[in-house]
């Protein structure tokens, strides 16, 4: 079993930065491929990023240019820094894990809320 712990979030002004943590308790993330997902009020969550374990990395068109994900030395923590947030940034952020060939997400976080003040 794996727990993921988000943190980071928080509120900003437009054109501000934050940067958010996941962190698996008592275990590295080097096998799993980590992904940060974002849910909006009265919209579907969407995957914002994603991180393989072998250090692939996609992003959705976006946050391109704005997000990055990335993994530390140790491998226990993936973090999502986002540079020049917009309003439309606004929502509750998740990382997810999955062991290799999963084809969905095993393990969840429990959210953490980001809000973009303009």
């Known amino acids: 079993q794996v727990q993921l712990v988000e943190s980071g979030g928080g509120l900003v002004q437009a054109g501000g930065s934050l940067r958010l943590s996941c962190a698996a308790s008592?275990?590295?993330?080097?096998?799993?491929?980590v992904g940060w997902f974002r849910q909006a009020p009265g919209k579907e969550r969407e995957l914002v990023a994603r991180?393989?374990?072998?250090?692939?990395?996609y992003y959705t068109n976006s946050v391109k240019g704005r997000f990055t994900i990335s993994r530390d030395a140790v491998q226990t923590t993936v973090r999502l820094q986002m540079n020049s947030l917009k309003p439309e940034d606004t929502a509750v952020y998740y990382c997810?894990?999955?062991?290799?060939?999963?084809?969905?997400?095993?393990?969840w976080g429990q959210g953490t809320q980001v809000t973009v003040s303009s």
């Open positions: 997810a894990a999955k062991r290799q060939y999963s084809l969905s997400y095993d393990y």
């Open positions: 991180i393989t374990s072998g250090g692939d990395t």
């Open positions: 008592g275990r590295t993330l080097s096998t799993y491929g």
